[in-house]
T-cell receptor, first 114, second 114 residues
Framework: EAGVVQSPRYKIIEKKQPVAFWCNPI?????LYWYLQNLGQGPELLIR????????DSQLPKDRFSAERLKGVDSTLKIQPAELGDSAVYLC????????????FGQGTRLTVV | AQSVTQPDIHITVSEGASLELRCNYS??????LFWYVQSPGQGLQLLLK??????LVQGIKGFEAEFKRSQSSFNLRKPSVHWSDAAEYFC????????????FGGGTRVLVKP
């Protein structure tokens, strides 16, 4: 069974440019998470989806960040415009839901803003 | 709000020696607790989890953890460390009441000396 797939693995962009990350969760997983991991820190939740609905986006900086999960399967996280402080690893995770709290993580996208 | 503290930022251990990583959590209800490991450039891999029942939990790669409610702790142990155990370890608390949101500690980096 394939795990959580993220692309790209690495991205380098200039500040003020837009960037997008893509995530394909494990098949059948209704819950999808985007986490932000700064260097030397633990991941922090940005947004959680239950199917296509964003049920917790309280930590998402909505002035520049957006996310979508249109058909309740794969998801895209976008930053526009990117700032130097956005350099970090963006992790996607999925969970079966239904009370099972185990989350499976992708390998992440490492973003460098120059 | 839930929180996790990992008091040790770095731990150096000799190969073959025992390892213990500390984790303290704060959560108002019965917690779901997890330990994840992250190798450089990789996503997070689940080592073990505690939902209920036996407070001593066995995981993969020879790791175990013990849940102590009275101390709000969930320390990770391994009797004999291998060089491949060098990585960053994250403790996390999951709250079903908060939509299965995971809150991570800051991580402990383990270095293994030959």
């Amino acid at each position: 069974e394939a795990g959580v797939v993220q692309s790209p693995r690495y991205k380098i962009i200039e500040k003020k440019q837009p960037v997008a990350f893509w995530c394909n969760p494990i098949s059948g997983h209704n819950t999808l998470y985007w986490y932000l991991q700064n260097l030397g820190q633990g991941p922090e939740l940005l947004i959680r989806y239950e199917n296509e609905e964003a049920v917790d986006d309280s930590q998402l900086p909505k002035d520049r960040f957006s996310a979508e999960r249109l058909k309740g399967v794969d998801s895209t996280l976008k930053i526009q415009p990117a700032e130097l402080g956005d350099s970090a690893v963006y992790l996607c995770a999925s969970s079966p839901g239904q009370g099972n709290t185990e989350a499976f993580f992708g390998q992440g996208t490492r973003l460098t803003v120059v | 709000a839930q929180s996790v503290t990992q008091p040790d930022i770095h731990i150096t251990v000799s190969e073959g020696a025992s390892l213990e990583l500390r984790c303290n959590y704060s959560y108002g209800a019965t917690p779901y607790l997890f330990w994840y490991v992250q190798s450089p450039g990789q996503g997070l891999q689940l080592l073990l989890k505690y939902f209920s029942g036996d407070t001593l939990v066995q995981g993969i790669k020879g790791f175990e953890a013990e849940f102590k409610r009275s101390q709000s702790s969930f320390n990770l142990r391994k009797p004999s460390v291998h060089w491949s155990d060098a990585a960053e370890y994250f403790c996390a608390v999951g709250a079903q009441a908060a939509g299965n949101k995971l809150t991570f500690g800051g991580g402990t980096r383990v270095l293994v000396k030959p």
